[in-house]
């Protein structure tokens, strides 16, 4: 099974950007598809966006598409978040999780693996 750590969250002023990391132990990265959500305190989680295990196919949730992009570098065992235009109601704990399926992406109970969270607080 794979193990996911994130890094890259820290405080931010509104309109701004930040990347996220997720890196992934194990040699069977490829088999994942990989994905982002976050939660906001006293929030459910929220999907955020997923990618296919090839980086050819990537969706996003409405709330995000357009100022967040998600990458893989599969060489570095990889997934990034690259997150433009930040506002306030972004400030959450982004996870980065594992799958089998970039469908299934947003069925949290059927993920593989999920990382311990990276803080993310937009400043108004």
């Known amino acids: 099974q794979v193990q996911l750590v994130e890094s890259g969250g820290r405080l931010v002023q509104a309109g701004g950007s930040l990347r996220l990391s997720c890196a992934a132990s194990?040699?069977?990265?490829?088999?994942?598809?990989m994905g982002w959500s976050r939660q906001a305190p006293g929030k459910e989680r929220e999907f955020v966006a997923a990618i296919s295990w090839s980086g050819d196919n990537t969706y996003y949730a409405d709330s995000v598409k357009g100022r967040f992009i998600i990458s893989r570098d599969n060489a570095k065992n990889t997934v990034y978040l690259r997150m433009n235009s930040l506002k306030p109601e972004d400030t959450a704990v982004y996870y980065c999780?594992?799958?089998?399926?970039?469908?299934?992406?947003?069925?949290?109970?059927?993920?593989?693996?999920w990382g311990q969270g990276t803080l993310v607080t937009v400043s108004s």
């Open positions: 999780a594992a799958g089998r399926f970039i469908a299934t992406m947003r069925t949290f109970n059927a993920l593989d693996a």
């Open positions: 194990g040699r069977t990265f490829t088999s994942y598809a």
